[in-house]
């Protein structure tokens, strides 16, 4: 299912429904965009530093509309 998309488009059909059950519009008015660093285990496959802080993992991003989604 993941090879084919399907998670990401059932997810995409969740916050769309959701956000027309709440009487928003189609598409989101407004985002909230966040980063962080999440430090990793010796072991990780990936692994990095991030820029400032020397953090030894990964950098995650999240995007989310007023509703959370």
Do not use: N, Y
Not at 9 to 38: F, K
Not at 52 to 60: A, E, F
């Amino acid at each position: 299912w993941t090879r084919l998309g399907l998670w990401r488009r059932l997810g995409q059909r969740l916050a769309l429904d959701w956000r027309l059950a709440c009487g928003d519009e189609l598409l989101p008015s407004a985002v909230v965009a966040d980063s962080r660093s999440l430090r990793s285990a010796p072991t990780a496959w990936v692994r990095g530093i991030d820029g400032g802080k020397l953090v030894k993992g990964v950098k995650l991003f999240a995007v989310c509309d007023k509703h959370g989604s």
